[in-house]
């Protein structure tokens, strides 16, 4: 199954480079010439990756599309391109995952292009992988630990003696080597 990719730009000769470079290398793309054409499309149909320009029919062009794409069901990795780069909190504020600038080299474009799908479509199957049954099944039927209704001194003497001990192991570990150096010298000085 081809991945779909759409490209979102004002300039016809980017757009068409774009595109004929991508399918050549065997994606399905698709073109939007305006910020508000891209929106469209995105609510038309589903994308792998969105790839849009930052300033078209107006500033928030870019930024609108990115928007829209982030609002999507389906989720798609969204690259800003732009010839004009800005700083990386601000291009991931805007929710992009990658800002391309252009102009770039064709196997450049394309190895950040991969990697970007690659590392999307991980996220996503780890956002969407379920519980697997046997764990679910496994918590769900896990038993509340029981508690005795017996008093202590009500309880088998074997179950007292094993307590018992087990505490006297704990209390013995938890007691630092001075303070029971300094028991050991306190009963030794007894007359």
């Known amino acids: 199954m ?3 990719i759409l490209l979102v730009d004002d300039e016809v000769a980017v757009l068409l480079t774009l595109k004929a470079v991508l399918e050549i290398s065997g994606f399905d793309v698709d073109t939007a010439a ?7 499309k995105l609510r038309a ?3 792998n990756m969105v790839i849009t320009d930052m300033r078209m029919e107006s500033d928030d062009a870019g930024a609108e599309v990115i928007s829209a794409a982030q609002s999507a069901s389906y989720h798609p990795a969204i690259a800003l391109l732009t010839a004009f780069p800005i700083a990386e909190e ?3 504020t805007l929710g992009a995952d990658k800002m ?3 102009p770039m ?3 450049v474009l394309l190895q950040q292009i991969e990697k970007l799908l ?3 479509e991980a996220r996503l199957t780890i956002w969407s992988v379920p519980l697997p049954a046997s764990a679910a099944a496994s918590k769900a039927a ?3 630990p029981v508690k005795s209704s017996r008093p202590a001194a009500k309880q088998p003497a074997a179950i007292r003696a094993a307590a018992k001990k087990s505490l006297a192991g704990r209390s013995a570990k938890n007691i630092p080597a001075k303070k029971s150096a300094a028991k050991r010298a306190a009963k030794s000085s007894k007359p």
Not at 34 to 40: A, Q
């Open 100 to 102: 391309l600038v252009k």
């Open 105 to 107: 080299h064709t196997q």
């Open 118 to 120: 690659a590392s999307h």
């Open 90 to 92: 601000d291009w991931q």
């Open 2 to 4: 081809k991945r779909r």
């Open 142 to 144: 896990k038993p509340a």
């Open 45 to 47: 149909h589903q994308y």
């Open 34 to 40: 305006s910020g508000r054409e891209g929106k469209s």
